[in-house]
């Protein structure tokens, strides 16, 4: 997926990751990554986890968000638009054989802030898209779709049913 994108070199990064996991007991590990911020991680509990911490899955659903979430916020500020809020609600689906990848996930995007509707579906399809290299990953394998809801801005006199929605997929 090789595409000339507008997008500000410095924001770009192709440096290898590098990670270190510990066993801790139980089915439980320590990640470290190159930062030295150390992530905890358990198994599912059908897998003999505690539940108290995520799991991987978790962890992979949580940086598909985040990372999404992320070039969202870039792709607005390099309008000088800086939302009142932003939600983002992922809901994926697994093949029922293995290896259990994705096979289709969907965004729910909440967002008041001062854009229409043509602009946060262009943002939304570029995140998907180019941007974002977790959800890029996630299309290789399985469908990607988003729903896009324009929300009230807090310091305009708006009616609460005049919530705009958009959908789309990828």
């Not at 996991?21 to 320590?30: A, D, K, N, S």
């Not at 697994?94 to 943002?123: M, N």
């Not at 290789?140 to 801005?153: A, K, N, S, W």
Request: proline share 6%.
């Amino acid at each position: 997926m090789d595409a000339e994108i507008p997008w500000d070199k410095s924001r770009m990064e192709f440096k290898p990751v590098t990670m270190d996991l510990t066993y801790e007991g139980g089915m439980r590990f320590v990640a470290v990554g190159q930062n030295g911020v150390s992530i905890p991680i358990d198994a599912h509990v059908h897998l003999g986890g505690g539940g108290g911490i995520p799991n991987p899955i978790d962890y992979l659903i949580a940086s598909l968000g985040g990372c999404v979430g992320i070039k969202i916020l870039l792709s607005l500020s390099d309008n000088g638009i800086v939302p009142e809020r932003l939600t983002i609600n992922v809901n994926g689906t697994r093949k029922q054989s293995l290896p259990a990848t994705f096979d289709h996930v969907h965004f729910g995007i909440g967002i008041a802030a001062p854009v229409d509707d043509a602009r946060i579906r262009e943002i939304m399809d570029r995140t998907l898209q180019y941007l974002c290299p977790i959800a890029a990953m996630f299309a290789e394998v399985g469908e990607l779709t988003y729903e896009c809801r324009l929300l009230p801005m807090m310091d305009a006199v708006t009616d609460q049913g005049s919530d705009r929605i958009s959908k789309n997929h990828i």
